[in-house]
């Protein structure tokens, strides 16, 4: 039953974002090219951490570049282009949920798959309530990401759509969009 709570917690989160704009992109993919380089120092450092919970993305990403060693170059960039680090990072998370609603209907048959094996989890007789508790644990995080992914605004999805080539070339950003 705490599920229940996360999930609205998430939705709402996400519904209460602005919708992308073309200038917020415009903005947003110019500042991310010339943050490309220093983002890839950071990266060679290892010094990001990969990030699951998709309603900690965007927070994640501000903490982990606020805390580099590059923070004042990507403070600078980010100035040039009129945009701080918390709406960069915002605008960044909705990009990614809006290049990965796009081909969304092509998820559907993995979606239905996750769905069924976690029913079939949770319907076995020989599970304890304390096994299907940890098994809906377990489940949580696949849960949020497609939550967040079923809530992207369509007018963010067709805004993105065709720019998810460039964005995806230009970042070298690999996204299955076949």
Do not use: C
Request: no cysteine; glycine share 2%; net charge negative.
């Amino acid at each position: 039953m705490r599920l229940l709570p996360l999930l609205l917690l998430l939705i709402g989160a996400y519904a209460n974002a602005a919708n992308l704009t073309q200038q917020t992109i415009d903005n947003w993919f110019e500042a991310s090219k010339m943050l490309k380089p220093i983002v890839e120092k950071i990266e060679e450092e290892n010094t990001l951490e990969e990030v699951e919970n998709p309603s900690e993305l965007a927070e994640q990403m501000v903490l982990q570049l606020n805390q580099s060693a590059y923070a004042n170059e990507v403070k600078q960039v980010l100035d040039k282009y009129n945009l701080d680090l918390e709406h960069w990072a915002a605008t960044t998370e909705q990009v990614i949920f809006a290049i990965l609603a796009v081909n969304l209907e092509e998820y559907k048959p993995q979606l239905e798959v996750y769905e069924n094996m976690k029913q079939q989890l949770l319907d076995n007789p020989e599970l304890s309530a304390e096994q299907k508790q940890q098994l809906l644990e377990s489940f949580e995080i696949g849960d949020q990401w497609f939550t967040q992914l079923q809530s992207v605004p369509q007018s963010d999805i067709d805004l993105i759509a065709p720019q998810v080539s460039k964005i995806s070339q230009e970042l070298g950003w690999e996204f299955d969009t076949n």
